[in-house]
T-cell receptor
Framework: DAKTTQPTSMDCAEGRAANLPCNHS???????VYWYRQIHSQGPQYIIH???NNETNEMASLIITEDRKSSTLILPHATLRDTAVYYC????????????FGTGTSLTVIP | GAVVSQHPSWVICKSGTSVKIECRSL??????MFWYRQFPKQSLMLMAT?????????EQGVEKDKFLINHASLTLSTLTVTSAHPEDSSFYIC??????????FGPGTRLTVL
């Protein structure tokens, strides 16, 4: 079962930062936080992942709270192409364990 | 990132027939592959985990005799939907993983059973 909860939907103005929250209050010490997104009728696309430190790559930033019970994915300058469903998933990092997807957040970027 | 392909991208079949979907990791060897299904406006549901050379592990509620999975090599896994019925119509997605890495997902296969 999914171990995360996310808001069902969010809107963001084009060019502004999109901040997508995720609660994972039962996360264990060896579980990573992964973020994927799915554009309509396509396979999910990897965005970023982290264990306890904040992470940044060319797509997004991931902020994980000190107690690791929640995190926020930040898209710094949202574009219309960022409209998608964003999934936050927790998983053990290096054992190839399964991903259990929650309901995700449907992000709509508005012109 | 690594590339995972699926074939076919869409298929329409008659009720009672079997359909095979292929999942390939194109530029890496996948220690494990996963199969998901997704109904309209719903999230991805994990169906099974497939390790090369061994039997697949199915999630609770997924019929292993209906959804046959073969993982014959480190780059290929197949899902066969046997005796398909309209309720099996769905979007089937595979993913592949190298040990210690993130999952890479295929583009999905849209199955429509008439």
């Amino acid at each position: 079962d999914a171990k995360t909860t996310q808001p069902t939907s969010m809107d963001c103005a084009e060019g502004r930062a999109a901040n997508l929250p995720c609660n994972h209050s039962t996360i264990s010490g060896n579980e990573y936080v992964y973020w994927y997104r799915q554009i309509h009728s396509q396979g999910p696309q990897y965005i970023i992942h982290g264990l306890k430190n904040n992470e940044t790559n060319e797509m997004a930033s991931l902020i994980i709270t000190e107690d690791r019970k929640s995190s926020t994915l930040i898209l710094p300058h949202a574009t219309l192409r960022d409209t998608a469903v964003y999934y936050c998933i927790v998983r053990e990092g290096d054992t190839g364990n399964q991903f259990y997807f929650g309901t995700g957040t449907s992000l709509t970027v508005i012109p | 990132g690594a590339v995972v392909s699926q074939h076919p991208s869409w298929v329409i079949c008659k009720s009672g027939t079997s359909v095979k979907i292929e999942c390939r990791s194109l530029d890496f060897q996948a220690t494990t592959m996963f199969w998901y299904r997704q109904f309209p406006k719903q999230s991805l549901m994990l169906m099974a985990t497939s390790n090369e050379g061994s039997k697949a592990t199915y999630e609770q509620g997924v019929e292993k005799d209906k959804f046959l999975i073969n993982h014959a090599s480190l780059t290929l896994s197949t899902l066969t939907v046997t005796s398909a019925h309209p309720e099996d119509s769905s979007f089937y997605i595979c993913s592949a993983i190298q040990r210690g890495s993130e999952q890479f997902f295929g583009p999905g296969t849209r199955l429509t059973v008439l």
